[in-house]
């Protein structure tokens, strides 16, 4: 009975235009809408599997090309090619690639031309735009920016690890490499992180910070333009207690500044992205993009609440200020009036942006990539307001 509804909703895309070279070997779950199924240059190739109401597939996609692929709630734009794995509850913009192998899970975002190679696992991970990935990678619970195009891109190596879950088993780790602020104007130098190393989260790393192949990197680096070697000429052995925390303000400072960096990406999207809604970029896919990163703000603000709590830093009175302002930032965050930056700033800097719309079209990188420098630079200056404000808010 199932393979006859599996025929009947293959029938239906098929008349659509979507490519099926074995439409008996896929499956088309009941909880797909047609109509979020783009017919046009789509093809899905043997052994894929499609599930969830909120699924999207929009033109020029490929699906399984190396290996079976299975989606659920995930949201495609045009020219993504999504090679073989797993994928879930995640968000991929125009001509964004996964090699086969991938496991990518909830809160996952990968904008324009973002990619990796073949198995990589992923969840409440962020990749700007042109952001590269080896293969063989881990990188959960990471967001990443810099570089400004194909040619000129972040990277990281193969075999490369974020380390996100601590001996005092809290998740409290994640890791910010370049920012938001800086990073949606696609004009940073990239970031470099070599092969089979790994990066100790909760973690910052500046634009232009070059981390050598081998390098397991432990220590924040907020100078652009620095090379890291970390090699073990040194063997350290001490006891260890489990439920002991060091450097407690450090991490709750980095993830104090992820999750504001976070939330002015949700800024970002709700007033810049919105302006580039057309074929290629519909509502659907913009209420994607949102939904993912309200994913991400929740699951980081839990993290870090719980690792307070174990911590047992509630006596301090900082620390119990985070708790506090996150707490009651958790439940306002839904209203993107929550954190606005400075109102002024943002309302000179949308009205550039779409004096260039109308100048250059719909195509959001060229869009960027053609804004003014010093009008880049008050797009920058009103979401490193947002950052503050929230930073500022949990250091009172």
């Known amino acids: 009975m199932e393979k006859k509804s599996d025929h009947a909703r293959v029938d239906i895309l098929i008349k659509k235009g979507v490519v099926f070279p074995d439409p008996d070997n896929v499956h088309i779950d009941a909880t797909i809408n047609p109509d979020k199924i783009s017919g046009e240059q789509t093809i899905i190739y043997p052994g894929c599997r499609l599930f969830g109401a909120s699924t999207l597939i929009m033109p020029n996609v490929r699906l ?10 995930c949201q495609l734009g045009p020219g993504v090619q999504l090679k073989g794995g797993f994928f879930k509850d995640a968000v991929f913009l125009k001509n964004a690639v996964m090699g086969s192998g991938a496991h990518v899970r909830e809160g996952t975002i990968l904008e324009e031309q973002a990619s990796g190679a073949h198995t990589v696992g992923l969840k409440q991970t962020i990749l700007l735009p042109f952001v590269t990935l080896g293969s063989l990678i881990n990188f959960c619970d990471c967001l990443m920016a810099g570089g400004t195009s194909r040619k000129n891109h972040s990277e990281v190596g193969s075999s490369y690890i974020h380390f996100n879950f601590t001996p005092n ?43 050598a192949a081998g390098s397991i990197c432990r220590r924040d680096e907020l100078r652009s333009g620095r090379l890291i070697v970390e090699n073990a000429k040194s063997n350290v052995n001490i006891p260890f207690k489990i439920g002991r925390y060091t450097g407690v303000n450090r991490i709750v400072t980095n993830n104090v500044i992820y999750i504001a960096n976070l939330w002015a990406l949700m800024q970002w999207y709700v007033h810049i992205r919105s302006l580039f809604i057309s074929d ?7 209420a994607g993009l949102t ?35 996150l707490s009651a930032f958790a439940a306002g965050a839904e209203n993107a009036l929550f954190y606005v930056g400075d109102r002024g700033l943002r309302d000179h800097f949308i009205s550039k942006i779409k004096s260039v719309i109308q100048q250059e079209g719909m195509d959001y990188i060229h869009v960027i990539k053609k804004i003014d420098p010093l009008v880049a630079k008050d797009g920058t200056l009103w979401l490193q307001g947002i950052v503050d404000d929230i930073v500022n808010d949990c250091d009172r």
């Open 291 to 325: 939904e993912k990163l309200q994913m991400g703000i929740r699951e980081r603000i839990n993290r870090l609440t719980v690792f307070i709590q174990k911590a047992g830093t509630g006596k301090d009175r900082r620390n119990d200020t985070v708790c506090n302002t």
């Open 169 to 211: 088993q809290d998740k409290a780790t994640a890791s910010l490499v370049g920012d938001i602020p800086r990073g949606v104007m696609l004009n940073r130098p990239p970031v470099f992180l070599g092969g089979q190393g790994g990066l100790v989260g909760p973690c910052r790393l500046a634009f232009g910070t070059i981390i």
């Open 64 to 73: 399984g090309l190396e290996a079976p692929v299975t989606i659920e709630n």
């Open 280 to 286: 290629d970029f519909p509502v659907a896919l913009l």
